[in-house]
């Protein structure tokens, strides 16, 4: 097997090493027009011979890890993806001017199904159209200036990445927390493949087909993430620079309950019904139990006259998938068995149900019903007509009313033996200690999550590393055998489960630890698993050795900003905070956590003009804004915002504003038109308007002339101070505004008062206009690299801007010796008097309570209340 017509080749553009950072050759002067498609390539170019952007070894310098979430290859980079990545370069930029030594890669998270689909639609192998997809997507991102290492690409798919992935499975496995076990799984009957939960929506349908998910048991392999459930709760204290709600979508996907574990014995056999509660307080008020139905006791409790009616209702709900079965909306169905369980507390005979919305895989598989305490049991008691008996009433209640929904508040026990009047929360301890008393009972935590169900019966994924042995059972292949590489020539029609089960040249090997004929397992791997350990190999990209030496990943990571959309809030950040912590116990690397800032950009929206009547989205080029209405029927169309998207027709290609604008002036629109985590509305007029403002520095800085310098005076003009106080009054704004939140916009509105600042000063020739036209060009540097650079070297510089220190704020500058303040009395302004600058209230108020002015308004009159407006005026309120 070849391996190089599988692989994806991930390093672009040839490698020349050069001693020193100075850029190579003395660039071209230009005419002083703003030309964006000539000056981009130019720089563009001699970043990448100069090797700016490749990431230094450890030295005296702190580390930044800047990382952008690495994209699927789909072929066309749409605006989401140019916002994420601009963020992310700004950033790289920015440290890299305050000093620090950065890593800002780029990468593929190139396995999966689009590509299979490709294939089987175009006849193209994966491999190929991914890598040509690879490379249209590169060659478009270089042309946006990011300041990417491109030498620590990697490409999921290439076998020098999955070899890793594979080794780091095998780890998995040693440790015991991969393993194999029939489950029910979502199947997917379009793509023919099992689904994660996570890949079904809220009606139960695929996310990438749209198929209704089926109920399917297969035997799967699944990563025990439950064991790390209660360190990726408790770690997310840990997490200060990330964003709440996605701390807390996580804390609720972990699903931590706290309650009790109780036995139902079941009458007339020696089984018992486990159950879970979080609400123990409440079991005197059990009026049933329900099962899963494919819960083993089903069969069991279920008598003759019950018998056909369940075996109707398992046949009817088979292929529900967990969603449509457990949605909240969906009125609950479920029969009873026949059967009945006692509730050892009180010792009542009560029935034992089957339910649609009880699942085996979760929990114990059955649940106890309290309809007076629950809204979902209520809602089925109503309807099935069982008893509900109330056994909380709220505090103070004079006596049981009938309810007219659950009554779920706490309150008091009542219609519970032994613990009538006992508040409901502490009955939940003294009913958890009765129970280990009798021995029916014990406190128990449960969490929502679950294993993580990783084997997809398909052929473009990382193969799972081991083998089938009569015998010998599972034996992982051995590491120098890595990587298990995919095979090449396979028939990919998309139906008839995993392609590689089909291929048996490649299925029959023999077993690698006894020697007799044994069979390959032909699943491959989830792509997720892929991409929860992508941002470790960054740190050591090229080694062929091993996944990455520790002492290399102990030293870039954790990812310092890591930046990305809201929709991996959950999986792919809880899996790679789960990959870190294994790889953590196995002894690979040191830290905790893998990302110490997260930044989850908003999406890039656009109008969008839809025909209500028909539900058709129309075009936006085939619509007048001033007047819209639906090209053939004529109708008013709805307008409004909506994400960028193919079938709402309101994409904008990133191709055609860099071709018109250049990458600058998107840079610039995309940063300035919204704060990196809110949603931005595309606006042509605004990207016009940063076009025009970059025309404005450039024309600013072409025109001086660096030359007409004065040598510095010994004490500066009115001018010069105030022009010297907007610059350092720029900086200062700036570096607060990138600090921590990343305020972009509201940095880019400071770039736009300081060139307004330097447009009007009267002196031109002063050494202090020379500090602002070159601090305005440093200040410009990170938001759009290529005119900034241009500009640097047409100052006269040598050496690349992108290596010049981030300028430093002179608090001196900043002060203003005199301000004049309004004195007012009740509102009405009585005269000024001039105050020492940025004083604070209590001197202002002093200041002007003792002036002149105040004493001879004020006399004899009782000061009720003194309003402050620093560097403004000051009010007195005084008793009519
Ligand atoms: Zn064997």
Redesign the pocket.
């Given at each position: 097997m070849s391996r190089d017509k599988l692989a994806c080749h991930t390093i672009g553009g040839k490698v020349i090493k050069l001693k020193s950072h100075s850029l190579v050759g003395v660039p071209q002067i230009l005419e002083s027009r703003y030309n964006a498609a000539e000056i981009e390539p130019k720089w563009q170019q001699q970043w990448s011979v100069s090797e700016i952007d490749v990431t230094s070894e450890p030295d005296e310098r702190p580390k930044f890890y800047a990382l952008s979430m690495f994209p699927y290859p789909s072929g066309n980079l749409h605006m989401g993806h140019v916002r994420n990545y601009v963020i992310t370069d700004v950033i790289a930029r920015l440290k890299r001017m305050q000093g620090y030594r950065v890593l800002h890669p780029m990468g593929w998270d190139a396995f999966g199904l689009p590509a299979e689909n490709a294939a089987i639609d175009r006849g193209i192998p994966p491999a190929q159209w991914t890598n040509q997809n690879i490379a249209q997507m590169r060659q478009q991102l270089q042309q946006l200036g990011l300041s990417i290492d491109w030498h620590r690409e990697v490409a999921t798919c290439s076998p020098e990445y999955y070899k890793w992935t594979q080794y780091l499975f095998i780890k998995f496995l040693e440790a015991g927390l991969a393993y194999q076990k029939e489950a029910a799984v979502n199947w997917d009957p379009i793509d023919q493949t099992v689904l994660a939960n996570e890949q079904v929506d809220s009606e139960g349908r695929s996310w990438r087909s749209g198929a209704i998910v089926e109920r399917k048991l297969l035997k799967q392999w699944f990563l025990k993430i439950t064991d790390y459930a209660e360190q990726l709760l408790q770690n997310l204290d840990q997490l200060d620079g990330w964003p709440e709600r996605v701390k807390t979508m996580q804390a609720n996907w972990i699903g931590k309950s706290v309650g009790a574990y109780l036995e139902f014995p079941v009458v007339g056999m020696e089984e018992k019904i486990a159950v879970f509660t979080t609400r123990p307080d409440t079991v005197y008020g059990v009026t049933y139990v329900v099962l899963a139905p494919e819960h083993p006791l089903t069969p069991q409790v279920t008598t003759d006259q019950q018998q056909e009616a369940v075996a109707a209702f398992i046949e009817e709900i088979k292929n529900e998938s967990e969603i449509e079965r457990t949605a909240e909306d969906k009125p609950k169905r479920g029969i009873p068995t026949g059967g009945k369980a006692i509730n050892p507390f009180n010792g009542e005979e009560i029935p034992i149900l089957i339910a649609d919305y009880v699942l085996y895989e979760y929990g114990t598989g059955a649940v106890m019903g309290v309809p007076a305490h629950d809204t979902r049991d209520f809602k089925f008691a109503r309807e099935k007509n069982l008893p509900i008996k109330t056994v909380i009433v709220p505090v103070g209640a004079i006596r049981e009313s009938p309810l007219q929904d659950a009554y779920t508040e706490p309150g008091i026990m009542v219609n519970s033996g032994q613990f009538d009047g006992v508040p409901s929360a502490e009955g939940k301890t003294k009913i958890i200690e009765y129970a280990e008393q009798q021995g029916y009972g014990k406190a128990k935590i449960q969490y929502r999550l679950r294993d993580w169900l990783i084997s997809r019966q398909r052929y473009w994924g990382c193969p799972i590393p081991v083998i089938h042995?009569?015998?010998?059972g599972i034996?992982p292949v051995p590491e120098p055998d890595l990587p298990v590489e995919l095979p090449e020539q396979v028939e990919l029609s998309g139906r008839g489960g995993s392609p590689l089960a089909h291929l048996d040249n490649w299925v029959n090997v023999s077993?690698?630890?006894?020697?007799?004929p044994?069979k390959r397992e032909t699943d491959t791997m989830d792509t997720f698993i892929d991409s929860s350990w992508y941002f470790l190999r960054y740190s050591d990209a090229s080694n062929n050795n091993t996944c990455f030496e520790s002492h290399k990943v102990n030293d870039w990571m954790p990812v310092d900003q890591y930046v990305g959309g809201i929709e991996h809030a959950i999986l792919h950040l809880l899996y790679s905070r789960f990959f870190t912590k294994v790889l953590r116990d196995r002894g690979l690397l040191n830290f905790d956590e893998p990302f110490q800032r997260l930044l989850t950009q908003g999406m890039v929206q656009n109008v969008a003009y839809k025909n209500l009547t028909t539900g058709r989205y129309i075009p936006l080029e085939e619509v007048d804004p001033e007047d819209p209405k639906d090209p053939e029927t004529g109708e008013k169309l709805n307008v409004f915002y909506e994400k960028m998207s193919k079938s709402k027709y309101n994409g904008v290609d990133p191709q055609q504003v860099l071709s018109k604008y250049g990458a600058d002036t998107a840079r610039m629109f995309i940063l300035f038109k919204a704060p990196p985590e809110k949603d931005l509305e595309w606006d042509d007029a605004d990207v016009e308007g940063q076009f025009r403002f970059l025309n404005r520095v450039w024309s600013l800085v072409t025109s001086y002339n660096p030359n007409s310098s004065t040598s510095p005076a010994e004490k500066l003009t009115k001018t010069e101070k105030d022009l010297r106080r907007a610059i350092h009054t720029a900086i200062a704004e700036i570096s607060e505004d990138l600090q921590g939140d990343y305020q972009f916009n509201t940095a880019i509105s400071e770039l736009m008062k300081l060139s307004n600042a330097l447009k009007d000063a009267q002196c031109q020739d002063s050494p202090i206009y020379q500090e602002g036209i070159e601090t305005l060009v440093l200040l410009i540097a990170p938001f759009a690299p290529h005119i900034a650079e241009e500009l640097w070297h047409q100052l006269g510089k040598t050496e690349s801007i992108h290596h010049q220190p981030w300028p430093q704020v002179d608090k001196s500058a900043l002060t203003v010796e005199e301000i004049t303040l309004v004195i007012q009395i009740m509102g009405k302004t009585r005269g000024t008097i001039q105050v020492p600058a940025n004083s604070d209230k209590a001197a202002l108020e002093k200041c002007a309570t003792e002036s002149e002015l105040a004493q001879r308004y004020l006399a004899g009159k009782e000061i009720k209340k003194v309003i402050v407006v620093p560097n403004k005026l000051v009010n007195f309120v005084v008793a009519k």
């Open positions: 042995c009569p015998s010998c034996v077993c690698p630890s006894c020697g007799e044994a």
